[in-house]
């Protein structure tokens, strides 16, 4: 589901939550709204509204902190994607071969990760493809170094490139990670139940309602952003592509 979804959804779980309290408030004989009744559920409500205050930042700072990892690996990789380049060059014309094909390779992968139709579901694929890196670590086995000099590079390249292929699935793991569907029924039902108490004692006029809409606007929107950050490859924040772009740019140069 996607995190459009995921906050519509919420929106109108909280929205009719509020709803079904103002309803509740006029069907409702007139002593289950005295003062005593009001001051027990502002204190369920209270208790309803910091748990659900503790999980939500909870959720925002877990997702922001999975998105920069997801982000800072990007840029590192693109440093790398500049290292193996620059270490193949250094090992002489020999390496050519495999210096071409990395380049292929890194430029096939961030079109498919970074497509320009948005939304192309493809980003994944690439992140679990592995066959392109693999024939370029075969390609750089496969040289045979003429000194010690050579010997070396081909051992940095080497190393470098496993550093890639490892980051590449730390990467797609992270992308995998999603808020659990149960975690987020029982949030939202906290959320709705919440607004349900809110509704049961606002006064029935537009300013009152107007602030209960934007009330659920607030909190379906920190769900939308937790589940946005929990897909940073895709939707509206998605890690930017311009590091390992420019990175791109400096091969073969």
Known sequence: MSAWAVGLITLACVC?????????????????????????????SGLIATLSALVLGLLIASSKNSFDAVNDAFKDGAARVILVDRVLAQYGPEAKEPRE????????????LFPDEVGS????DALRGSAALESVQAKVRALVPANEIQRELQSRALQI???????????FERTETSTPPAFLVVLVAWLAVMFASFGL????????????????????????????????????????SAPIRNAVNLLGK
């Open 16 to 44: 009719g939550g509020a709803a079904l309290g103002m309803v509740l408030q006029r069907v409702l004989p007139e002593h289950h709204l005295n003062e005593s009744s009001k001051d027990v559920v502002k204190l369920v």
């Open 101 to 112: 094909l990395f380049q292929s390779a890194v430029a096939h992968r961030i079109q498919v």
């Open 121 to 124: 579901g493809a980003a994944m």
């Open 161 to 171: 490139l496993g550093d890639l292929a490892q980051a590449r699935w730390l990467g």
């Open 201 to 240: 004692f606002a006064p029935r006029h537009a300013t009152a309602i107007v602030a209960l809409f934007i009330g659920a606007l607030a909190v379906s929107t920190a769900i939308f952003l937790i589940e946005e950050m929990n897909r940073p490859l895709d939707g509206v924040i998605a890690v930017s």
